[in-house]
């Protein structure tokens, strides 16, 4: 196997508490020139100033048969192509289309991150009881053809019911946790992860302070929580 350094990341943080930001100013900067292609999928067009190309897939859209070669083709041409995709009950086709598309960007045994796949409101797009085939094979063999994950979510589970697939969160390997207000999301990413100090406790960037966060690395086995240090900044702290 080479020795590419996997990463499959997991962001979870109530509304307004300073996750998206984070991604949009830290993660996504950080990790510019890791991968060869990037393919974001989102129900807005929130973090799509990061990919050259911005491809609308509404509901209507949905209807249409897309073609597995013409996506791999759109994403090779651009390498950073934006999905705004309308979540619903049609998405999971266009889904499972688009899974098959990046499957052909994977190179097995690969040194290097052929793409790197970020999902926003990650729950409506990795469902519990709807997660394309397609993209619970990223999950469980993406590794080895050079895949990197990221998800985010403001919630394990909507209030319309649909759950975060258990198969996207046990193969993190980087969990960040912003500030959680739902007591059952709080209640299972302590379960999951017991190191992480209750999400609620964690201020949220409200008042014009930075947000406070944990991040859990199960590759090094650690957890650090970026607490405020009482003067304008932030102090890591081990959990």
């Known amino acids: 196997?080479?020795?590419?350094?996997y990463l499959n990341m997991l962001i979870c943080g109530s509304s307004g508490s300073g996750k998206s930001h984070?991604?949009?100013?830290?993660l996504l900067p950080a990790l510019e020139g890791r991968y060869r292609h990037l393919v974001m999928i989102n129900t807005t067009e929130e973090l799509s100033r990061h990919c050259a190309h911005r491809e609308y897939v509404g509901e209507e859209e949905q209807l249409k048969t897309y073609d597995v070669e013409g996506l791999a083709g759109l994403i090779r041409h651009h390498r950073r192509v934006f999905f705004?995709?309308?979540?619903?009950e049609n998405c999971k086709a266009f889904l499972e289309t688009l899974g098959k598309a990046l499957w052909l960007l994977g190179q097995y045994n690969t040194d290097v991150t052929e793409c790197l796949v970020v999902y926003d409101e990650t729950h409506l797009f990795l469902a519990?009881?709807?997660m394309p085939s397609s993209m619970a094979r990223l999950e469980t063999e993406g590794r080895k053809f050079g895949f990197d994950l990221?998800?985010?979510?403001?919630t394990l589970q909507s209030t319309t019911g649909e759950t975060l697939s258990h198969l996207a969160i046990k193969q993190v390997n980087v969990l960040v946790v912003f500030n959680m207000t739902d007591f059952n999301d709080r209640k299972r990413i302590q379960a999951l992860?017991?190191?992480?100090?209750d999400p609620e406790t964690f201020a949220r960037p409200d008042d014009?302070?930075?947000?406070?966060?944990?991040?859990?690395?199960?590759k090094r086995g650690r957890t650090v929580v970026i607490r405020r240090d009482g003067q304008g900044g932030r102090v890591a702290q081990a959990a």
């Open 150 to 154: 990221v998800k985010i979510t403001q």
């Open 128 to 130: 519990k009881k709807s």
């Open 84 to 88: 705004e995709v309308a979540a619903g």
């Open 193 to 197: 992860f017991p190191s992480i100090p």
């Open 208 to 218: 014009g302070q930075p947000p406070e966060y944990a991040v859990r690395d199960s």
């Open 22 to 26: 984070w991604v949009d100013e830290d």
């Open 1 to 5: 196997m080479a020795g590419r350094g």
